[in-house]
Structures are given as C-alpha cells and as structure tokens.
C-alpha cells in the first residue's frame, strides 16, 4: 500500500479516514491511496450515467482493466463531517469498501471491460455509495 498526501489540511478539515484504519482493513491488498490529490471530486469525463449527488463526496476507489486500485480522499470542512461520520466510515463503510473490492479482484480477466468505480458520499445523515462504470 503506498500513501501519498498531496495537501497539507487546514486546521478546519479533516479527511474521513486515516493511514492507520486504510492499514488496518487494506492490509493485504496492493494499492494506491491519495490524501487531497484533488480538492472536490469530478466525475470522468468518459462517464456516461453519472449519479446524482448532492452531498460530499469523501472519497472515491477505482479499480482498472489492468488491476490496478486507487483509493483517493478528499478533505472535509469538520463542519460538514462530524465525529459519527467518520465512525460510520471507519467501522462501516471501509468494509463495503472491501467487500466490493474483492469482488472487483476475483473477477477474470475477461471481465474487467474498463474502470470500476465506487464513489462514497455523506448527506449530512449518512453515507451513500455510487457504482461507476467507465469504458
């Protein structure tokens, strides 16, 4: 697992996870994770049924033709994501993360026609989860 932090977080913000907890659920699992590479998240352009999201997006994992996994988080306003979102993120969330994960991992070759993807967004009252496909 390789972490990159590409944005120092304002003493306002918070991204919804940490090193610790992706290690912890992850451990076995080769993959990329990006802290802040992008401030908000933007749907490929090559999307063509984009859901419909009105709240934060906290983070985002793809998985590619080639088997490779990015898993990147966004920073959040404390504001915006309070303490019981992180810890449904942390004790809910990363497991469906995982679990759709391996599901990407144990398909064969002949079924992995593009980019998968999961987008995990917080309402303000829970997370919902948004799968992608990309060609």
């Keep these: ?55 934060n997006v906290v983070a985002s994992i793809s998985y590619s033709r080639d ?9 959040l306003s404390i504001a915006d994501y309070p303490n019981r979102a992180s810890d449904d993120f942390n004790n809910q969330i990363l497991l469906t993360i995982k679990q759709w994960l391996e599901g990407q991992i144990n398909k064969p070759d002949t079924a992995l026609l593009g980019y998968e993807q999961l987008v995990i967004e917080w309402t303000e009252n829970e997370h919902l989860l948004h799968k992608v496909k990309l060609l």
């Design 1 to 55: 697992m390789k972490f990159t932090y590409f944005r120092n977080l304002n003493k306002n913000e918070k991204y919804p996870t940490n090193k610790r907890q992706l290690k912890l659920v992850f451990s076995i699992i080769e993959m990329d994770v990006s802290f802040g590479l992008v401030r908000k998240f933007e749907f490929d352009s090559r999307c063509p049924n984009k859901p419909n999201i009105f709240g």
């Design 67 to 75: 088997r490779t996994v990015l898993f990147s988080l966004y920073p």
